[in-house]
């Protein structure tokens, strides 16, 4: 038995969404990757414990200023939304709070995670503490340069998709 | 106007298939599609909607998603796709834009440099302003906490040292001041290194 998901990478421009897809399904980082335009749509075969296999289809999309103005097509039939912002650039992460109020509102039934990308540029400190100080919690801080916490975001994504 | 029809057919393809994926019709103008392919098969960005597609939801009388980057039976192009749901089929229809998207994809690399290099700009200022103001702090609290009192100090001492005192008190004056002296002249060392730029 096969299970169908559709994952879209959000967030502002440059924040790495496409570098986080690549790590996650090629294991590849490029600093000069191009900027995504649309959207790009990639898919990964996972085996689950109990024999059926999730299909997820991540849909990474290009940057935009906030969720409501992308476009609602692309964001149909969503199952679950990664939302990135870098951690080295506050403006990625300053309205945060209002994404995801947006986000909850617009789709309640959408596993919702929010990512803090490029820990490799320096440390998650101000971005944690910006960020409690608002309410929200940050629950995956990765860096798609080294890889590390990339694993931990997916196989979370995939628990909190599976039936 | 053959020659204006020909430009467009071999951009635009039309695909006609059923709610459950079966093909019906395609005009195999960008991509060569088989009518034993179902759609659904074809490319995950059709996988992915499937659920909508079958059932019409979120479909009121069509659907545009633009600049989706696709391949498939071993094509690739870039397309804007319409989707229509008519009775009893699903109306596809592929508008190839690849070459108009690539010379997108430049002009898109160069805003997005241009953008963060502005953006780096803004972090560094910023870091400046901080770094100044920071060290403005610092130069006022060495002045007025410490630098101001020990000068203070020493006045204090040089004034009880100008009482009767016996020897023993008077050495143990001298010490103290020659003490303070030294922290004196340290606080104002720090306060001078305070002024050197260590980005420069």
């Avoid at chain 2, 019709?25 to 060569?32: A, L, V």
């Avoid at chain 2, 100044?132 to 001492?157: C, P, Q, T």
């Avoid at chain 2, 720090?190 to 980005?199: A, H, P």
Wanted: aromatic residues 10%; negative net charge; hydrophobic residues 40%.
């Amino acid at each position: 038995m096969e299970i169908t998901k559709k994952v879209v990478l959000l967030g502002r421009y440059g924040v790495g969404k496409s570098s986080i897809a690549r790590r996650y399904l090629l294991d590849i980082f490029e600093k000069d990757y191009l900027p995504t335009l649309g959207v790009q749509i990639k898919k990964k075969i996972i085996d689950l414990p109990n024999g059926t296999q999730l299909s997820m289809i991540i849909w990474d999309l290009e940057g935009f200023a906030s969720v409501s103005k992308t476009r609602a097509s692309y964001l149909l039939g969503s199952n679950a939304f990664i939302y990135v912002f870098d951690v080295s650039r506050p403006f990625t992460y300053g309205g945060l709070g209002e994404e995801l109020n947006y986000m909850k509102t617009h789709f309640p039934l959408v596993e919702i995670k929010l990512v803090g990308n490029k820990i490799d540029l320096g440390d998650t400190e101000e971005a944690s503490s910006h960020l409690k100080a608002t309410g929200i919690q940050i629950e995956h801080f990765v860096s798609a340069k080294t890889g590390e916490g990339i694993q931990n975001l997916f196989q979370s994504l995939t628990k909190s998709l599976i039936p | 106007m053959s020659e204006q029809n020909t430009f467009f057919s071999k951009r635009i393809q039309e695909i006609h298939a059923k709610p459950n994926g079966e093909l019906t019709h395609s005009s195999n103008s960008i991509f060569p599609l088989k009518m034993s392919d179902n759609l659904y098969k074809l490319h995950p960005f059709f996988e992915s909607l499937e659920y909508e597609f079958r059932n019409g939801i979120g479909i009121q009388s069509s659907l545009a998603f633009p600049c989706v980057q696709l391949e498939m039976n071993g094509k690739e192009a870039i397309c804007d796709i319409t989707i229509k749901m008519e009775r009893g089929f699903l109306a596809v229809l592929l508008f190839d834009y690849s070459k108009h998207y690539e010379h997108l994809h430049e002009a898109a690399q160069e805003k997005k440099s241009s953008m963060l290099s502005e953006q780096e700009h803004e972090l560094r200022l910023k870091h400046l302003e901080e770094k100044k103001a920071y060290l403005g702090f610092m130069r006022a609290r060495l002045d007025n906490s410490l630098i101001v009192e020990m000068e203070e100090m020493v006045h204090k001492i040089q004034l009880l040292k100008k009482t009767d005192l016996t020897p023993e008190q008077r050495e143990l004056f001298d010490d103290v001041e020659k003490t303070i002296g030294s922290f004196h002249l340290r606080a104002i060392q720090i306060r001078e290194e305070l002024n050197f730029d260590f980005d420069s």
